[in-house]
């Protein structure tokens, strides 16, 4: 189970000149902003990466508006340029991860295989990721599924950070879902 107290969201390369050609580029963004919203209820830390800004452009200014760091990265996976020690430094007891971002068959899924790799938990929220082609995220999601990543919905993953109905931001975040059904 993912906990509140020991999670962290990362949001990956969800950048201005990419999403252009993200296949369903806008719904993933809006994915990522309504599981941003729902951590800063939560006080869920959430950290943005951007591959190689000068190319790609900065993170959409909606993600950039939610994150409380942004890791500039040029290596495909995001610990190899600083993520784990941004994680580290907003609170050392993080031990899980939840990813959501573009490309997913690229950096998110090397991202994740990487925080996996350093001992993380991790989850990918597979409807607030995107690539220019459907078969590539599909691959990537089937891959990260076989290396142990759980792959996750947008609610299971709310709902767990919850864990009950008592929590003093039930209600906050049961409307964040329900004005998401009346958008939907």
Not at 53 to 59: D, Q
Request: charged fraction near 20%; aromatic fraction near 4%; proline fraction near 4%.
């Amino acid at each position: 189970m993912f906990n509140q107290a020991t999670s962290a969201l990362i949001l990956v390369d969800y950048q201005t000149r990419l999403l252009p050609s993200i296949h369903g580029g806008e719904a993933a963004v809006k994915a990522a902003l309504m599981l941003a919203q729902a951590a800063a209820l939560l006080e869920i830390p959430v950290i943005g990466t951007e591959q190689n800004p000068e190319g790609l452009g900065p993170n959409d200014e909606r993600i950039r508006n939610c994150c409380n760091e942004t890791v500039l990265k040029y290596s495909f996976n995001g610990v190899e340029d600083g993520l784990v020690a941004s994680i580290q430094k907003i609170n050392p007891s993080i031990n899980q991860a939840v990813l959501a971002g573009c490309e997913a068959h690229v950096c998110l899924m090397q991202t994740a295989l990487g925080l996996k790799a350093k001992g993380y938990e991790v989850a990918v929220v597979a409807e607030a990721c995107g690539s220019r082609s459907p078969n590539d995220k599909q691959q990537a999601i089937e891959r990260m599924r076989d290396q142990g990543i759980t792959i996750l919905g947008i609610e299971m993953i709310i709902f767990e950070w919850l864990t009950t109905s008592n929590h003093p931001q039930f209600k906050n975040i049961l409307q964040l879902i329900k004005n998401r059904e009346v958008k939907n």
